[in-house]
């Protein structure tokens, strides 16, 4: 699909400077304050944190977003749809769960193409239309397809090791010259440029979902419909039930925190106000260039979701 290798290219720019970033970091620490196994010790660090993340993530995701098992005999439809999505990206058929979690959404876990799962939240039921919902789940599954959940495990592992860094070498007793502290300024500048490129990662992956669901079949404009809605269902959810799911809304198929702000943007769109976005209005969106508040590209850089207006407006150049 068009547009999909400027997203890979940038993806992979970006996993190119992180790492780079370590191994300068580690090389500078290792020749300054002369630790024979510097670069074994961290190495370790960051392979042990990789390894637990990946063995623990999908049971941790399951419980503290209250997922079940959901059987192909409770939701016939839903099930059927899946496999389609499945047969279309060329994967195996993700185990399918439903979370209790009281904001309209759906997200994917696992570890793997293989052990994908995906999940929708109970109240996102009788929310959506079928072409919304399963212009959702294409999302979901792209993040599948594209091995997300690997991903984002290593690049997220990556920060914390900065963070390990600079704790030992600023309170390292081979502390010659400053050089410690130094490298200890380094790494957490590294830590928080690593966070931001973390979360710019989340945004890319966003992104490419969104282009994933458009490519097994599903029309730009179900899928902006969808994140209208979405964007509905969390500005009406209370701040207890967005709290509550502060430590996984990356997971989300939209920033939950963001639900009022959301919904400002899809009004200009939503030139009926039927509260839908259709494929003539997403058609003129194409046609125009868009214009975000310098505090809104603020706000995005701290942000795991791409800003609302960006995103539907690379969709409407899907649909082009």
């Known amino acids: 699909m068009k547009g999909t290798w400027k997203l890979q ?27 024979g196994g510097f670069y074994q010790f961290y190495a370790i660090i960051g392979i042990l944190m990789i390894f637990l993340q990946y063995l623990f993530a999908p049971k941790i995701v399951e419980s503290s977003m ?45 570890r793997s193409k ?16 079928r072409d ?56 957490w500048i590294a830590y928080f440029v690593g966070q931001l490129l973390v979360l710019l990662v989340s945004r890319i992956r966003e992104y490419y979902a969104d282009a ?10 179900e899928l902006a419909s969808a994140l209208y809605k979405l964007s509905y269902g969390a500005a009406n959810s209370s701040e207890e039930q967005i709290k509550d799911v502060e430590g996984t809304r990356a997971f989300f198929l939209n920033d939950v925190n ?26 003129k969106l194409h046609h125009h260039d868009i214009k975000v508040k310098g505090s809104d590209n603020l706000k995005e850089l701290l942000s795991t979701h791409p800003d609302m207006l960006k995103r539907v407006k690379r969709l409407a150049d899907f649909n082009n």
């Not at 293989?114 to 239309?129: C, M």
């Not at 690997?150 to 390292?172: D, K, N, W």
């Open 258 to 283: 963001e639900g009022s702000h959301d919904i400002r943007s899809f009004r200009q769109l939503d030139i009926d106000n039927n509260g839908k976005i259709s494929e003539a209005e997403l058609n």
């Open 9 to 35: 290219l940038r993806m992979w720019l970006v996993m190119l400077l992180m790492f780079t970033m370590l191994y300068i970091i580690i090389a500078l620490a290792g020749s300054f304050l002369g630790y």
């Open 212 to 221: 994933a669901s458009i490519e097994f079949g599903n029309r730009p404009n």
């Open 132 to 187: 919304e919902l399963k212009a959702v789940l294409g999302h979901e599954l792209g993040h599948i397809k594209h091995n997300d959940m690997i991903v984002t495990t290593i690049v997220s592992a990556i920060p914390m090791v900065f963070y390990y860094l600079a704790f030992s070498s600023m309170f390292s007793r081979n502390n010659n010259n400053n050089s410690g502290f130094i490298i200890g300024i380094i790494a």
């Open 66 to 110: 209250k997922v079940k098992p959901l059987s192909k005999e409770e939701a016939p439809h839903i099930h059927a749809m899946v496999e389609e999505l499945a047969q279309k990206a060329d994967i195996p058929k993700p185990k399918i769960g439903i979370s209790d979690v009281n904001i309209p959404n759906a997200f994917a876990y696992g």
């Open 114 to 129: 293989r052990s994908g799962h995906v999940a929708i939240t109970r109240n996102l039921l009788g929310l959506l239309d």
